[in-house]
Structures are given as structure tokens and as C-alpha cells.
């Protein structure tokens, strides 16, 4: 069973140009929210996480649709230093109290072009 | 401030060596996690640590061992390495189980 699933991509996309990527997960009763980046041979980092009213962050837009379970990321204005693989991160409601919590996505390859 | 380091960057090993992969943090986190990513798969939990002296398995832990002596120090060992074993190797470490986790460098492992 794919827990969260996304799009592997990629997205080629031009600098400037609006980009959306999608992540579903299969738990209705996941609490926890986030996106990851991770550059090419590179540890994953937080870009930002996901809260129920949606967020923004600069350029970056993250909302969650509880009712159909799936997360977004929108990225306003690419730039050539956005090319990355972005991972959807969900928690795990299913563990008890101090087991592991968080499920990763394969993540979302984007490269901007010049 | 470093974060996680990990400890060593690059390793080769052949079939059947043995090895120790060095995690440390130094944000005073309890929660430790080592990951390895392969191509297609994802990360993948290992082994993690809820605090000094407790460890659990994850997803893939056969062919691994990992102990937290101290809370900032998270090691993972290969008895008996496999080609399987190939991947780059993750740490991370959160102050709670549904943090933010913060990735150390990674250390990419070949086993041939």
C-alpha cells in the first residue's frame, strides 16, 4: 500500500513560469503536513510545512484538502535555483506514542530552465 | 552550530565486511532516525531512537544493528555487508516525533 504518493515528474519548466505539484496519502487521520526539498546528491530539507488554512512562504504556497487527502505545493515565479526534488511528508497516526511518525514520498523532480 | 554530521562521507566495502556509520547531533534532540534512499524508492526508515539507550526498528531494518549510548550519537552498523546495502545512508535527528527533521549529509555506501 503507497501511503503517500506523488507525481515523480519531471516538470520542466521555464524561469518565471507558476508550477503545482500534488501528493495524496492514504490516512484520513494524518494530522501532520509537510514539504521537504532535496537538491541533487544532497540531504532532504524543510521547505515548509502545511497547515488546515493553507499557508505561504515568499513564492511557495501550500494548501491541504482534508476531505479529498492530498497536499500542494504551488511555486510562483520559478527560478533556476528552485530545480529540485520536492517530498510530501505526512505523520502516521498510527503509531503510539514515541514510534516513528513520518512517511516520505518519493518526491517530484523539477527543473527550471532558462 | 553544525546540526547532524555523519561520519564517514564515502565508504567502499567489500561483500561480507563489516562497518559503523557515525551519526552526531548537537540541537539536544531526542528523536534519531537513519534512512537509506535508493533510487525509485524513496527514503526508507531503518532503525530510529526515542531517546539515549532506546532504539526501534523502522521499515527495513534486517542486515542492520544501530545503539544511542548517548543521546547525541546514533550509530549504525553493517555486520556483514551485501551488495543490497548500496545506498546513501541518512541520518536525522527531531526534538519530537512529529518535528522537523534535520538530514545529515548522508554517506554514500557501495558494497561490492
Known amino acids: 500500500r503507497k501511503e503517500v504518493e506523488q507525481d515523480p515528474g519531471p516538470f520542466n519548466v521555464p524561469e518565471g513560469a507558476t508550477v503545482a505539484f500534488n501528493c495524496t496519502y492514504s490516512n484520513s487521520a494524518s494530522q501532520s503536513f509537510f514539504w521537504y526539498r532535496q537538491d541533487c546528491r544532497k540531504e532532504p530539507k524543510l521547505l515548509m510545512s502545511?497547515?488546515?488554512s493553507g499557508n505561504e512562504d515568499g513564492r511557495f504556497t501550500a494548501q491541504l484538502n482534508r476531505a479529498s487527502q492530498y497536499i500542494s505545493l504551488l511555486i510562483r515565479d520559478s527560478k533556476l535555483s528552485d530545480s529540485a526534488t520536492y517530498l510530501c511528508?505526512?505523520?502516521?497516526?498510527?503509531?503510539?506514542?514515541?514510534?516513528?511518525?513520518?512517511?516520505f514520498g518519493k518526491g517530484t523532480k523539477l527543473s527550471v530552465i532558462p | 552550530n553544525a546540526g547532524v554530521t555523519q561520519t564517514p562521507k564515502f565508504r567502499v566495502l567489500k561483500t561480507g565486511q563489516s562497518m559503523t556509520l557515525l551519526c552526531a547531533q548537537d540541537m539536544n534532540h531526542e528523536y534519531m532516525y537513519w534512512y537509506r534512499q535508493d533510487p525509485g524508492m524513496g527514503l526508507r526508515l531503518i532503525h530510529y531512537s526515542v531517546g539515549e539507550g532506546t532504539t526501534a526498528k523502522g521499515e527495513v531494518p534486517d542486515g542492520y544493528n544501530v545503539s544511542r549510548l548517548k543521546k547525541q550519537n546514533f550509530l549504525l552498523g553493517l555486520e556483514s555487508a551485501a551488495p543490497s546495502q548500496t545506498s546513501v545512508y541518512f541520518c536525522?535527528?527531531?526534538?519530537?516525533?512529529?518535528?522537523?527533521?534535520?538530514f545529515g549529509p548522508g554517506t554514500r555506501l557501495t558494497v561490492l
Open positions: 511528508v505526512v505523520n502516521d497516526p498510527r503509531a503510539g506514542a514515541g514510534s516513528y511518525q513520518l512517511t
Open positions: 502545511v497547515y488546515s
Open positions: 536525522a535527528s527531531s526534538a519530537d516525533r512529529t518535528d522537523t527533521q534535520y
